[in-house]
Antibody
Framework: VQLLESGGGMVQPGGSLRLSCAASGFTFSNYAMSWVRQAPGKGLEWVSGISGTGVWTSYADSVKGRFTISRDNSKNTLYLQMNSLRAEDTAIYYC???????????????????WGKGTTVTVSS | QSVLTQPPSVSGAPGQRVTISCTGSRSNIGAGYDVQWYQQLPGTAPKLLMYGNDNRPSGVPDRFSGSKSGTSASLAITGLQAEDEADYYCQSYDSNLSVLLFGGGTKLTVL
């Protein structure tokens, strides 16, 4: 199982970036996926998640209305479109595949199983 | 201030036992949602250490154990080793916020 993020870089406040996460070694469409970020010197923050089919999506309040998660199961790739970027969005962005022991409902009891190495986003003028 | 509260730091000598607590509320841990633990070694991506409260992924030594009671969970590490020095994060789901949550993280120092 391998996840490889790309698309990070430096962008000015108010700008946009699209992150990608290429998956291999597992049946991508069978798994929900998440983006998790870590600001410099800070802890982990779950950003967004998407179900295997793409029907269900969820976002942290801090990014709702500005970020959009999507996936292309034919390309085994997860995306995060980030608009209206702010300085506080500066972070390493990790993608991870989600698993659950006992399925209750979308997102409940989900956890991050395998993580990518991350891609760095810097928002600065 | 994280919804899941962890001590900022813990420490122990090699061979000792340490525990890291994760305190939540009735909308997350107390509601019965599973707790996970992740280990992040310096300069690396997080790694799943414990899932479903007390299940170790393949390859994680049995020196690591997890438990949950009420609105709290704990990670215990016995036979502390220098390689255990890392940041540790708990994670669960919150029904009020409808999001996945992480604790603020705990830095483990091996003396």
């Amino acid at each position: 199982v391998q996840l490889l993020e790309s698309g990070g870089g430096m962008v000015q406040p108010g700008g946009s970036l699209r992150l990608s996460c290429a998956a291999s070694g597992f049946t991508f469409s069978n798994y929900a996926m998440s983006w998790v970020r870590q600001a410099p010197g800070k802890g982990l923050e779950w950003v967004s998640g998407i179900s295997g089919t793409g029907v269900w999506t969820s976002y942290a309040d801090s990014v709702k209305g500005r970020f959009t998660i999507s996936r292309d199961n034919s390309k085994n790739t997860l995306y995060l479109q980030m608009n209206s970027l702010r300085a506080e969005d500066t972070a390493i962005y990790y993608c991870a595949n989600n698993r659950v022991i006992r399925f209750l409902d979308w997102l409940k009891n989900y956890y991050m199983d395998v993580w990518g190495k991350g891609t760095t986003v810097t928002v600065s003028s | 201030q994280s919804v899941l509260t962890q001590p900022p730091s813990v420490s122990g000598a090699p061979g000792q036992r340490v525990t890291i607590s994760c305190t939540g509320s009735r909308s997350n841990i107390g509601a019965g949602y599973d707790v996970q633990w992740y280990q992040q070694l310096p300069g690396t991506a997080p790694k799943l250490l414990m899932y479903g409260n007390d299940n170790r992924p393949s390859g994680v030594p049995d020196r690591f154990s997890g438990s949950k009671s009420g609105t709290s969970a704990s990670l215990a590490i016995t036979g502390l080793q220098a390689e255990d020095e890392a940041d540790y994060y708990c994670q669960s789901y919150d029904s009020n916020l409808s999001v996945l949550l992480f604790g603020g993280g705990t830095k483990l120092t091996v003396l």
